[in-house]
C-alpha cells in the first residue's frame, strides 16, 4: 500500500459513508415511534419482517376477519381468519431472520446496509469482467444511479436486497468457475437462491444469464461441484416452495398472477406464458415506457449508456470474449425487461401524467440500469491523455455532474423526493399519533390511502369509493366494533344525507389536520 493507495482507498470509503448518510436519510429523520412508511408494500413488507422475527411464519391471526373480510391494508391479503402478504416472501424472512440476532430495531437500516455491500460486490464483479479502472468508475456509477439510490432509502421495498443479492452470487459463480474451489461452489448457489425468494418474477432472465455463462464456460466447469451447487441452490429454495404453498395454495404460483387466476386450472402452456409474459406484448406501453424512464427521466444515464453502446461495437474486434459476452447478455436483458415490465401499464405517480423517481417503473428496470453501467463505465475509463491529471480531472467532472443531476432527482423532486417524503412522513406520523390518541383499540378505520400508516396501530379496512358507499357496515355494528373514517375532510350534512341507512350517521370532525379528519360513524 502505497500512499496514493492509501489516499485512494480513503477517500472511497469516505463516500460509501456519506452515501450510507444518504441512503439512511428516512431512517434518521424519521426514525422515531410510531415506525410508519410511505408506501403500503413498505408497510406490509415491514410488518410481516418482525412478524416472521418473532414467529417464524406469515400468517398473522385476526378474530375480526371473521366478521369480514375487509379489514386488512393493501399489500396483504386474507385467507380465513388469517393476514399475509400477497407479495414476495424473501425480504421479510431474511430481514426477519437476521433480526432475530441484531434486533427488531435494526430492520429498517438493513437494505442500506446491503446497499454499500452491494456496491462493494460489484466492484469486485467487474472487475473481474473488466478491469479495476472501469469497476471503481461503475461502482461509483452505481451509487449515484437515482433507482438504485432511492429505493435504498425507501428501505422496506425488495429491489436493492434481490440486485445485491444476484450481484454476489454472480461473482461467486464466476470465482467458481475460475479457480475450482468448493468454497465458491457452495456459496453462488445460496445467494442465487436468495435473490429469487426476494424477487421470484426474475427468474426468467436469471435462468437465461445463468444458462449462457454455463455454456459459455462449459469445459471449465467442475461438474461434480456444480451438481452439489444445484442440491445446495434447492435445499435454500425450499422456504419458498414451503410458504408458497402456506400462503398461495400452491407451490408453484407465479408471482404476478391475479388474485382472481386459480394457477392449479392453467395449462402447461398457459402458465408458461403467464410467467414468461404476465403482461401480455403491448408495444405503445413498451414505448411509452421506455420514453419517459428511460430516456426522459434518466437522460443523463441514457446518453452514458448511448456512448459506451457505440464505443462498444466501434471496438468490438479489439475487445475479448468475456466483456463481448457481458455486452450481449446485458442487450436482451435489456429486451426482454422493457418488454416484460414495459408491456404493463399502469400509474403509480402522485398526478397520472408526471414521471417521476418513485415510479415502480424504475425499480422494475433496475437490472437493466445496474448492468448497463460498466458498459459506460469501460468508456469513460478509456479517456486517455497525455497528461494523466487531465484523466482525473474529466472523469471527475462527468461524476460530479451525474451526482448533481441523481441528487436533483431523488433527494429534491417536488412530488416524490426524498426531502418530500420526509416532509410528508412527519404529517403522517402526526396523524397516526392523534388517532392512537382518539380511538380505542379495537377501532376499525375505515380509510382510502391512510392505511399505509394507520396499520398496525389500528385494524383498517381499505375503501376507495366515497364512504356511503360501503354497505357492510351492518356485520360491524352488529359486532359492537368502534367504527371510524380518516380521510378528505367533508361537510358532515352533506355526507349524512348521502347514506341510504338513515339509522348511521357520521360524527362531526374529531380532529382535522391538514385537508383529512378523523370521524366516527355510529347507529342513531
Not at 468454497?183 to 418474477?201: C, D, E, Q, V
Not at 400462503?247 to 408471482?255: E, I
Amino acid at each position: 500500500m502505497n500512499k496514493k493507495k492509501i489516499i485512494f482507498y480513503f477517500l472511497y470509503f469516505l463516500i460509501l459513508g456519506i452515501f450510507f448518510y444518504f441512503y439512511n436519510y428516512l431512517n434518521i429523520e424519521n426514525g422515531s415511534q410510531p415506525l410508519i412508511f410511505n408506501s403500503p408494500d413498505e408497510t406490509s413488507n415491514y410488518y410481516f419482517t418482525e412478524h416472521f422475527s418473532k414467529n417464524l411464519n406469515f400468517k398473522e391471526y385476526n378474530s375480526y376477519l371473521s366478521i369480514s373480510n375487509d379489514i386488512h391494508p393493501r399489500s396483504t391479503k386474507v385467507s380465513g381468519n388469517y393476514i399475509m402478504p400477497s407479495s414476495f416472501i424473501g425480504l421479510p424472512m431474511i430481514y426477519g431472520f437476521i433480526s432475530k440476532f441484531t434486533g427488531i430495531w435494526t430492520i429498517p437500516y438493513m437494505t442500506p446496509i446491503f446497499a454499500i455491500i452491494g456496491i462493494i460486490f460489484f466492484f469486485l464483479l467487474i472487475k473481474e469482467i473488466f478491469d479495476k479502472k472501469t469497476a471503481i468508475i461503475s461502482s461509483l456509477l452505481l451509487l449515484v444511479l437515482p433507482s438504485y439510490w432511492y429505493f435504498s432509502v425507501k428501505s422496506m421495498m425488495h429491489n436493492i436486497l434481490f440486485i445485491v443479492l444476484f450481484i454476489i452470487s454472480t461473482y461467486y459463480f464466476l470465482l467458481a468457475i475460475k479457480y475450482k474451489k468448493i468454497l465458491f461452489y457452495l456459496i453462488f448457489p445460496i445467494f442465487l437462491a436468495l435473490s429469487l425468494m426476494t424477487r421470484t418474477s426474475e427468474i426468467v432472465w436469471i435462468s437465461f444469464i445463468y444458462l449462457i455463462i454455463t455454456i459459455f464456460s462449459i469445459k471449465k466447469i467442475d461438474w461434480k461441484k456444480f451438481i452439489l451447487s444445484g442440491i445446495i441452490f434447492l435445499i435454500f429454495l425450499t422456504p419458498l416452495f414451503y410458504f408458497n404453498k402456506q400462503n398461495q395454495g400452491s407451490v408453484t404460483t407465479p408471482a404476478y398472477l391475479n388474485d382472481s387466476t386459480d394457477s392449479n386450472n392453467l395449462s402447461a402452456l398457459q402458465l408458461v406464458e403467464k410467467i414468461i409474459l404476465p403482461f401480455g406484448f403491448h408495444p405503445k406501453n413498451m414505448q411509452y415506457t421506455i420514453w419517459n424512464y428511460i430516456f426522459k427521466l434518466v437522460w443523463f444515464y441514457s446518453l452514458l449508456f448511448l456512448v459506451g453502446i457505440i464505443y462498444f461495437i466501434w471496438k468490438r474486434n479489439n475487445i475479448d470474449k468475456i466483456k463481448n459476452l457481458y455486452f450481449l447478455l446485458w442487450i436482451l436483458l435489456s429486451g426482454f425487461l422493457f418488454t416484460y415490465y414495459g408491456s404493463w401499464l399502469f400509474y403509480d405517480n402522485p398526478t397520472p401524467t408526471s414521471v417521476t423517481i418513485g415510479s415502480s417503473y424504475l425499480r422494475y428496470l433496475l437490472p437493466y440500469f445496474v448492468f448497463g453501467i460498466p458498459i459506460a463505465g469501460f468508456f469513460i475509463s478509456k479517456i486517455n491523455f497525455k497528461k494523466t491529471y487531465i484523466n482525473t480531472i474529466i472523469i471527475s467532472l462527468i461524476l460530479i455532474f451525474i451526482f448533481i443531476n441523481s441528487y436533483m432527482i431523488v433527494m429534491k423532486d417536488n412530488e416524490e423526493g426524498i426531502i418530500k417524503i420526509g416532509n410528508d412522513l412527519n404529517i403522517y406520523k402526526n396523524r397516526t399519533e392523534k388517532i392512537i390518541q382518539d380511538t380505542p383499540k379495537n377501532a376499525i378505520i375505515i380509510t382510502n390511502m391512510a392505511d399505509k400508516y394507520i396499520f398496525p396501530y389500528r385494524n383498517v379496512i381499505h375503501f376507495e369509493n366515497e364512504i356511503y358507499l360501503y354497505n357492510n357496515f351492518d356485520k360491524l355494528f352488529e359486532n359492537n366494533i368502534p367504527l371510524y373514517y380518516f380521510g378528505f375532510t367533508f361537510k358532515d350534512l352533506y355526507i349524512n344525507s348521502k347514506f341510504e341507512n338513515e339509522n348511521i350517521k357520521i360524527s362531526e370532525p374529531i380532529f382535522t389536520d391538514g385537508d383529512h379528519s378523523l370521524y366516527k360513524i355510529y347507529r342513531e
